[in-house]
């Protein structure tokens, strides 16, 4: 999902949005991406504590530490969208955002709180591992529009052509 959404991000910014809609559509994408991220990171995470090794374990806290940093900027992220014009209401957390919402900071805390015992300070990682990187599943199929319908020609409408409820002469 991380790629999805950095791919729609990067796609967006070479569009002419000046219709008002494209700030909002910006902070969207970021919004979304940085929740993507946010998961990553916590499975990620979870995935390196699992491993045997000091090394992973020190890895998996800064993972989940990255993770709990992100969760707090996808709310800065999701009220900067809210609040930009048009302005729209905050939605309430479902799905499996409401369920990371809840997750990351406790596991965070919790795993930061054990290693920590047991490896010293210095040796956690102050910085995020990088995520691996998987192959996109997905590739879009080329599409090609279908032709203009008749009724979308203003030639059409204005000499009444299409207009079924006028009398036919």
Not at 6 to 29: E, S, T, V, Y
């Amino acid at each position: 999902m991380v790629k999805y959404w950095q791919q729609a991000r990067d796609k967006i910014m070479n569009l002419p949005l000046a219709n008002g809609w494209g700030k909002k559509h910006r902070l969207f994408l970021k919004w979304k991406y940085m929740e993507a991220k946010a998961a990553a990171y916590y499975y990620h995470g979870l995935i390196l504590d699992e491993g045997n090794t000091e090394k992973s374990h020190v890895m998996a806290i800064a993972a989940l530490q990255a993770a709990d940093e992100y969760l707090k900027e996808i709310k800065r992220a999701c009220e900067a969208f809210n609040s930009s014009i048009p302005v729209s209401r905050s939605p309430p957390l479902w799905g499996s955002m409401k369920y990371l919402s809840e997750k990351i900071p406790k596991d965070a805390s919790r795993k930061v709180q054990i290693n920590t015992d047991l490896y010293s300070h210095e040796k956690i990682m102050k910085t995020a591992p990088t995520l691996p990187d998987f192959a996109l599943a997905l590739k879009p199929d080329e599409y090609e529009l279908p032709p203009v319908h008749a009724s979308w020609n203003e030639e059409s409408i204005n000499n009444g052509q299409l207009d079924s409820n006028k009398p036919k002469e």
